[in-house]
């Protein structure tokens, strides 16, 4: 810390002390410690587990359609309720299924027949030529049997 920091901190702190404490009006005062009082109330009223039938932003009355309204939902949603299918749907269903997956089998078939056919030789060489490259007693072209 140099000379030019302490004046500056001398300084300061005599201003600081020049500084005189001011009383808040009493009509502040009174508002600040309400605060306090208000604000546990309205969690006390929020908390309320009937808080909303209270009075608010709009009329007690308004509350009588939604009433009316929850059961006329729940008959609907009764009565919207998927029917079951016949046995003879399910019957139906399975056998598409059946054949879906039939599908799905040969088309699996033919690709990894299409794959093993383009892929299958050149990969068996990629891998046994370098092998084959550092055993001396294999001098004989590399001609591989297919099944």
């Given at each position: ?31 600040l410690?309400?605060i ?25 009355w308004v ?22 299918p ?12 059946a ?44 001609k591989?049997?297919?099944?």
């Amino acid at each position: 810390m140099n000379t030019d920091d302490k004046t500056l901190d001398t300084q300061i702190d005599a201003m600081m002390e020049q500084l005189t404490i001011e009383k808040a009006p009493v009509s502040l005062t009174f508002r600040l410690n309400r605060i306090p009082e208000e604000e546990s109330r309205k969690a006390r009223n929020k908390s309320s587990r009937w808080s909303w039938l209270k009075a608010g932003p709009f009329p007690r009355w308004v509350l009588a359609p939604a009433f009316a309204a929850v059961p006329l939902l729940a008959i609907i949603v009764v009565l919207m309720q998927p029917r079951q299918p016949s046995p003879a749907e399910i019957q139906q269903a399975r056998q598409d299924l059946a054949v879906a997956f039939a599908y799905i089998d040969k088309v699996g078939l033919l690709t990894s027949n299409e794959i093993q056919s383009v892929l299958g030789a050149e990969l068996r060489r990629g891998v046994k030529e370098p092998l084959s490259e550092h055993m001396p007693f294999t001098k004989q072209p590399l001609k591989e049997e297919t099944t």
